[in-house]
């Protein structure tokens, strides 16, 4: 079974603070993604990555920045935590080959920024 | 530009009754297609997928998507609805051939199940 893990379940951090949420895989996939989830506007792309230390601006990039050092982990870093960032964060993963993109994804971290 | 909607936010149906949830997409040639379900405090799980060849495509836990290429829609549809299938269903849509495999996504739609 694919597994994709993220460091936590549950975070609460205060304004102004930086916030690292990491993410881990285990079945060798090239891809990595970061969204937010929020009511009513469904799964948005924050950034992604098809290979080790590449990296793309998704949908909504901006307050974040995206760190792969290895092929296995996507961390994802909110430079200045906002009270605009409160959201779910769901990391995913997924092959590069041209026709498997089904994506995999983490159970999710809520973060509450107070 | 890519899109995929989902009219509906939200429905309820009866425990046992049958089960549509409508998604249409915007895109110039035929897309992939996904339907995930995402059960309350968990992550996305994939229900099923379509890449090519028969339009009517079967997944997991009973349902089943039709791709119409005529109305740009993949309605997921269940014949028979379980109190455990009351979850968040999301549709999405991959470009051929992007680079890094990206998906969007729908807005969802919340199902609740009446027993």
């Known amino acids: 079974d694919v597994k994709v893990t993220q460091s936590s379940r549950y975070l609460v951090k205060r304004t102004g603070e930086k916030v690292f949420l990491e993410c881990v895989q285990d079945m060798d996939h090239e891809n990595m993604f970061w969204y937010r989830q929020d009511p009513g506007l469904g799964l948005r792309l924050i950034y992604f990555?098809?290979?080790?230390?590449?990296?793309e601006k998704g949908d909504i990039p901006e307050g974040y920045s995206v760190s792969r050092e290895k092929k296995e982990r996507f961390s994802l870093i909110l430079e200045s935590a906002s009270t605009n960032q409160t959201s779910m964060y769901l990391c995913a993963s997924g092959r590069g080959l041209a026709t498997s993109y089904e994506q995999y994804f983490g159970p999710g971290t809520r973060l509450t920024v107070t | 530009a890519q899109s995929v909607t989902q009219p509906d936010i939200h429905i309820t149906v009866s425990e046992g009754a049958s089960l549509e949830l409508r998604c249409n997409y915007s895109?110039?040639?035929?897309?992939?297609l996904f339907w995930y379900v995402q059960s309350p405090g968990q992550g996305l799980q994939l229900l099923l997928k379509?890449?090519?060849?028969?339009?009517l495509v079967q997944g997991i836990k009973g349902f089943e998507a039709e791709f119409k290429r005529s109305q740009s829609s993949f309605n997921l549809r269940k014949p028979s609805v379980h109190w455990s299938d009351a979850a968040e269903y999301f549709c999405?849509?991959?470009?051929?051939?992007?680079?890094?495999?990206?998906?969007?996504f729908g807005q969802g739609t919340e199902l609740s199940v009446k027993p």
């Open positions: 990555s098809y290979d080790v230390k590449m990296k």
């Open positions: 999405a849509v991959g470009a051929r051939n992007n680079q890094g495999g990206k998906l969007i």
């Open positions: 895109y110039g040639a035929t897309p992939y």
């Open positions: 379509y890449f090519s060849g028969d339009t």
